[in-house]
T-cell receptor, first 115, second 113 residues
Framework: AQSVTQPDIHITVSEGASLELRCNYS??????LFWYVQSPGQGLQLLLK??????LVQGIKGFEAEFKRSQSSFNLRKPSVHWSDAAEYFC?????????????FGDGTTLTVKP | ETGVTQSPTHLIKTRGQQVTLRCSSQ?????VSWYQQALGQGPQFIFQ???????GRGNFPPRFSGLQFPNYSSELNVNALELDDSALYLC????????????FGQGTRLTVV
């Protein structure tokens, strides 16, 4: 069964500092990977996705993520964090083999940005 | 182009009651998935509908059921509500059933008392 682990429950960074959020996945085939962001009381907004090709993918709001098959990881990065980036971040893996369209999510990482 | 819209935004129900949540998919999308997000957790897949048929189901009991209509909007019905059903219910639409990229609505916050 597929699974996603986000090892860091809560991360605090200073505004302007760099950010890396970790994501490890377990999936039996080539994964479809996503990062979503959720502000309090809101739905999920797609930041970026990886389907195939270049392992470094660019997303919205200055975020990027790198797919590393050997490490089963898909870490999210941003070179300079803004106060508005404070939110909950979810990594997800999409299942096209057994249940088309289903995504399995990690439990999220809460990002706090210090002024 | 309209996004995914859900109604109502908030709902309070009593244990044992039934509830219906509604979702309008994004224009041009024929696939709708429902997720339950308990406090402090990631979303959990409930089921997916494609062209009015259930197209996959997660580990949820039969009292969770759904419908999809010819215009691809969808309903989630939960019978015999339990306290643990309190959660944010998210609807997501996809362009097609083979496409895992989904666009989420703002969710319905259900509180069972």
């Amino acid at each position: 069964a597929q699974s996603v682990t986000q090892p860091d429950i809560h991360i605090t960074v200073s505004e302007g500092a760099s950010l890396e959020l970790r994501c490890n996945y377990s999936y039996g085939a080539t994964p479809y990977l996503f990062w979503y962001v959720q502000s309090p009381g809101q739905g999920l907004q797609l930041l970026l996705k990886y389907f195939s090709g270049d392992t470094l993918v660019q997303g919205i709001k200055g975020f990027e993520a790198e797919f590393k098959r050997s490490q089963s990881s898909f870490n999210l990065r941003k070179p300079s964090v803004h106060w508005s980036d404070a939110a909950e971040y979810f990594c997800a893996v999409g299942d096209l083999v057994t249940n088309a369209g289903k995504s399995t999510f990690g439990d999220g990482t809460t990002l706090t940005v210090k002024p | 182009e309209t996004g995914v819209t859900q109604s109502p935004t908030h709902l309070i129900k009593t244990r044992g009651q039934q509830v219906t949540l509604r979702c309008s998919s994004q224009s041009g999308h024929n696939t709708v998935s429902w997720y339950q997000q308990a406090l402090g957790q990631g979303p959990q897949f409930i089921f997916q509908y494609y062209r009015e048929e259930e197209n996959g189901r997660g580990n949820f009991p039969p009292r969770f059921s759904g419908l999809q209509f010819p215009n691809y909007s969808s309903e989630l019905n939960v019978n015999a509500l339990e306290l643990d059903d309190s959660a944010l219910y998210l609807c997501a639409s996809s362009l097609d059933q083979g496409r895992p990229e989904a666009f989420f609505g703002q969710g319905t916050r259900l509180t069972v008392v």
